[in-house]
């Protein structure tokens, strides 16, 4: 057992209070049962609106003039701001507010250690990173330095950011480890994964943006509060992709008393996105001017405006209703009407020299490639199989990839969509040093230099004469009995970085019970050379459905007189299932020039829920200034505008 009654005052719902391990399940709920935990309830504050009240109870810090804002980004002249706004044809302003939203991964966090006394361990762990492990595992079993401790990761189910390091039942398990000298299996139940591991950032967001009647965003003010509960929480600057001439900014932290945040699939983006782009939809219709274009005049980028163009023509832009609301109703009871909307995303997405990778030739016949990546199940193991096989003219099935193991060749840990361009350029360096030996090896027998073969179709050939070849068990036979091995590294100028991505969505709304439905959702998106387009499709509709979750279902329900979330479980914490699932249409972008490999995960569900919302408002008419879009906002908006 493990008591944590001497630590500081908890702050939050899930802090730990105590841990224990025992023979099964069992007698490890009987244990935690029998201990009993006396309590002082001290004032909270869990909510932004508590947060920022004058009498707030602190989450940090005491004394006078303590508040819970944590001062970030200021930028630009509020004053000029302001001028220029009272010069512009079309001023709007609102207030946007954003609940947190959970991984909701479906392998919970969780580690085994096995431990057993003496001077190695190892760690089975569901992360996004190999090798944040053995450091932080040896430390907290008292062992010296991480070569003593191996983790493994050959498959984890699902991270979105939530998973980097050892984390809180990690750090749990390797203390019990210790104490039991024995192996420990720590996994978090679905209502512990709500309340202690994370989750993306809450925002507030009071915008006021100005344009003239040509089109142009000429000024834009915001003040932007990031809610990550004792954490700093993460939001990007607003206008966010989009160009102004004058630009006042605000970024501060509000702090509750709820778990930290932590980085979610483009963090700081899809709330930055949610804001911006109703303000882009706001304005647009106030000048007249198509929403679509509108974008195009606001951003130079000539990628937005070749996938805008893509989107709008895949969703059919032109048969939207011109005026919110405009449409015509149909359906049974003549109560659905119809609408579309788009947003727009960007990310980085770039790679770097961490990646170290091994390829390994047997005189059998076997191919093997080996790294300590993991695989979140973004396809890392899958593109290795084939870098690799496409080098040795083989199949994929014929390359054994082991990865996800702290012993095998360095690897960064999966974030921010830099996995592949850190790990593809060093399988490509490695897998093409190996080929080099091979035809070293092959050449003599085919009485050639080395740079006149080619490898293609299970065989290797003279290049000026193909029918002078020989199988490939019978090239691997050349390599004597040791056979052959090559390492590869990251090499500039084989990944870079930079992305784009819009989507598109059609909404259906139910005038009668405010009821919304995605019919159709279009996502277009560049990742300059598409490794596996079958995987690069995947990803996008996920981020997709994971837009749709955000925008129409997903909402922390927390008690603000006790603190308490509310819904913590999966029956109650909705997420989309097969009957919300829309068309989808996902389109890589293939008129990106870049011949290189580019990381692309984050965006595709950043822009989904600001698409949705302003669907939502071409639909019916009503704005949606918060998250998620329930029933009762849609009737209360519609009960505003005929009161209007």
Same mark, same amino acid.
């Given at each position: 057992m493990i008591s944590y009654a001497d630590k500081k005052t908890l702050k939050y719902e899930g802090d730990p209070v105590a841990a224990v391990a025992a023979t099964t399940p069992e007698i490890a709920e009987d244990a935690i049962r029998?201990?009993?935990?006396?309590?002082?309830?001290?004032?909270?504050?869990?909510?932004?609106?508590?947060?920022?009240?004058?009498?707030?109870?602190?989450?940090?810090?005491?004394?006078?003039?303590?508040?819970?804002?944590?001062?970030?980004?200021?930028?630009?002249?509020?004053?000029?701001?302001?001028?220029?706004?009272?010069?512009?044809?079309?001023?709007?302003?609102?207030?946007?507010?954003?609940?947190?939203?959970?991984?909701?991964?479906?392998?919970?966090?969780?580690?085994?250690?096995?431990? =057993?006394? #003496?001077?190695?361990?190892? !760690?089975? /762990?569901?992360?996004?990173?190999?090798?944040?492990?053995?450091?932080?595992? $040896? +430390?907290?079993?008292?062992?010296?330095?991480?070569?003593?401790?191996?983790?493994?990761?050959?498959?984890?189910?699902?991270?979105?950011?939530?998973?980097?390091?050892?984390?809180?039942?990690?750090?749990?398990?390797?203390?019990?480890?210790?104490?039991?000298?024995?192996?420990?299996?720590?996994?978090?139940?679905?209502?512990?994964?709500?309340?202690?591991?994370?989750? =993306?950032? #809450?925002?507030?967001?009071? !915008?006021? /943006?100005?344009?003239?009647?040509?089109?142009?965003?000429?000024?834009?003010? $915001? +003040?932007?509060?990031?809610?990550?509960?004792?954490?700093?929480?993460?939001?990007?600057?607003l206008p966010y992709i989009y160009k102004a001439d004058n630009v006042y900014r605000e970024v501060a932290s509000l702090h509750t008393h709820q778990d930290g945040s932590r980085a979610m699939r483009g963090p700081g983006h899809p709330q930055a996105s949610f804001a911006m782009e109703a303000i882009m939809d706001d304005l647009a219709y106030a000048i007249g001017m198509d929403a679509v274009e509108f974008r195009k005049k606001n951003t130079p980028d000539p990628f937005y405006h070749r996938q805008l163009d893509a989107g709008a023509q895949a969703i059919g832009w032109q048969n939207r209703p011109k005026t919110p609301g405009g449409g015509v109703a149909h359906g049974p009871y003549k109560s659905l009407k119809k609408g579309m909307g788009c947003g727009c995303a960007t990310w980085g997405g770039g790679g770097g020299p961490q990646c170290k990778v091994d390829v390994f030739v047997q005189p059998d016949g076997g191919l093997a490639v080996q790294s300590g990546t993991q695989d979140l199940g973004t396809g890392s193991r899958t593109l290795t199989a084939g870098i690799v096989a496409e080098e040795f003219g083989v199949p994929v099935r014929m390359v054994e990839t082991r990865i996800g193991r702290s012993t095998y060749g360095q690897a960064n840990a999966s974030g921010g969509s830099t996995t592949t361009p850190s790990l593809a350029p060093a399988v490509k360096d490695a897998a093409y040093n190996a080929r080099v030996q091979l035809f070293a090896k092959v050449a003599p027998a085919l009485g050639v230099k080395p740079e006149d073969l080619t490898a293609k179709d299970g065989k290797i050939f003279v290049t000026s004469a193909p029918a002078k070849s020989l199988t490939w068990k019978q090239a691997c036979a050349t390599l004597g009995t040791q056979g052959i091995s090559a390492r590869g590294e990251w090499k500039p100028g084989l990944s870079g970085g930079g992305v784009h991505g819009v989507n598109f969505a059609e909404v259906e709304v139910d005038v009668d019970t405010g009821q919304v439905r995605v019919t159709k959702m279009v996502g277009v998106q560049d990742c300059g050379l598409a490794l596996n387009r079958r995987g690069v499709v995947s990803q996008m509709n996920g981020g997709m459905i994971q837009a749709l979750g955000y925008a129409l279902l997903?909402?922390?329900?927390?008690?603000?007189?006790?603190?308490?979330?509310?819904?913590?479980?999966?029956?109650?914490?909705?997420?989309?299932?097969?009957?919300?699932?829309?068309?989808?249409?996902?389109?890589?972008?293939?008129?990106?020039?870049?011949?290189?490999?580019?990381?692309?995960?984050?965006?595709?569900?950043?822009?989904?829920?600001?698409?949705?919302?302003?669907?939502?408002?071409?639909?019916?008419?009503?704005?949606?200034?918060?998250?998620?879009?329930?029933?009762?906002?849609i009737l209360d908006g519609l009960a505003r505008l005929k009161q209007a």
């Amino acid at each position: 057992m493990i008591s944590y009654a001497d630590k500081k005052t908890l702050k939050y719902e899930g802090d730990p209070v105590a841990a224990v391990a025992a023979t099964t399940p069992e007698i490890a709920e009987d244990a935690i049962r029998a201990i009993k935990v006396a309590y002082k309830k001290l004032p909270h504050a869990v909510t932004g609106a508590q947060a920022l009240q004058p009498d707030a109870p602190l989450v940090y810090g005491k004394g006078e003039g303590q508040t819970n804002l944590r001062p970030g980004e200021k930028r630009g002249d509020k004053a000029e701001v302001d001028a220029a706004l009272a010069k512009c044809d079309a001023v709007v302003e609102r207030e946007f507010s954003i609940y947190r939203q959970h991984h909701a991964c479906l392998e919970t966090h969780g580690v085994v250690v096995d431990y =057993r006394g #003496g001077d190695k361990a190892t !760690v089975y /762990a569901s992360t996004q990173g190999t090798f944040t492990i053995p450091g932080e595992a $040896a +430390q907290a079993l008292g062992l010296k330095g991480g070569a003593s401790v191996t983790s493994v990761v050959e498959y984890m189910g699902g991270g979105f950011g939530s998973k980097f390091g050892l984390d809180l039942p990690g750090q749990v398990a390797c203390e019990l480890s210790r104490k039991a000298k024995a192996p420990v299996k720590l996994m978090l139940t679905r209502i512990d994964e709500f309340l202690m591991s994370g989750n =993306r950032s #809450g925002a507030i967001q009071k !915008v006021k /943006a100005g344009a003239t009647k040509d089109g142009k965003l000429v000024a834009l003010s $915001a +003040q932007q509060y990031k809610l990550g509960g004792l954490g700093e929480g993460s939001q990007s600057g607003l206008p966010y992709i989009y160009k102004a001439d004058n630009v006042y900014r605000e970024v501060a932290s509000l702090h509750t008393h709820q778990d930290g945040s932590r980085a979610m699939r483009g963090p700081g983006h899809p709330q930055a996105s949610f804001a911006m782009e109703a303000i882009m939809d706001d304005l647009a219709y106030a000048i007249g001017m198509d929403a679509v274009e509108f974008r195009k005049k606001n951003t130079p980028d000539p990628f937005y405006h070749r996938q805008l163009d893509a989107g709008a023509q895949a969703i059919g832009w032109q048969n939207r209703p011109k005026t919110p609301g405009g449409g015509v109703a149909h359906g049974p009871y003549k109560s659905l009407k119809k609408g579309m909307g788009c947003g727009c995303a960007t990310w980085g997405g770039g790679g770097g020299p961490q990646c170290k990778v091994d390829v390994f030739v047997q005189p059998d016949g076997g191919l093997a490639v080996q790294s300590g990546t993991q695989d979140l199940g973004t396809g890392s193991r899958t593109l290795t199989a084939g870098i690799v096989a496409e080098e040795f003219g083989v199949p994929v099935r014929m390359v054994e990839t082991r990865i996800g193991r702290s012993t095998y060749g360095q690897a960064n840990a999966s974030g921010g969509s830099t996995t592949t361009p850190s790990l593809a350029p060093a399988v490509k360096d490695a897998a093409y040093n190996a080929r080099v030996q091979l035809f070293a090896k092959v050449a003599p027998a085919l009485g050639v230099k080395p740079e006149d073969l080619t490898a293609k179709d299970g065989k290797i050939f003279v290049t000026s004469a193909p029918a002078k070849s020989l199988t490939w068990k019978q090239a691997c036979a050349t390599l004597g009995t040791q056979g052959i091995s090559a390492r590869g590294e990251w090499k500039p100028g084989l990944s870079g970085g930079g992305v784009h991505g819009v989507n598109f969505a059609e909404v259906e709304v139910d005038v009668d019970t405010g009821q919304v439905r995605v019919t159709k959702m279009v996502g277009v998106q560049d990742c300059g050379l598409a490794l596996n387009r079958r995987g690069v499709v995947s990803q996008m509709n996920g981020g997709m459905i994971q837009a749709l979750g955000y925008a129409l279902l997903e909402n922390e329900v927390v008690d603000a007189q006790t603190g308490n979330m509310l819904n913590v479980t999966m029956d109650e914490y909705k997420l989309p299932g097969c009957f919300e699932m829309p068309e989808m249409i996902a389109l890589i972008d293939d008129g990106d020039p870049r011949n290189v490999v580019i990381g692309m995960a984050e965006p595709g569900s950043i822009p989904g829920a600001s698409a949705i919302a302003n669907a939502v408002y071409n639909a019916c008419g009503v704005k949606i200034s918060s998250l998620p879009i329930t029933p009762d906002k849609i009737l209360d908006g519609l009960a505003r505008l005929k009161q209007a």
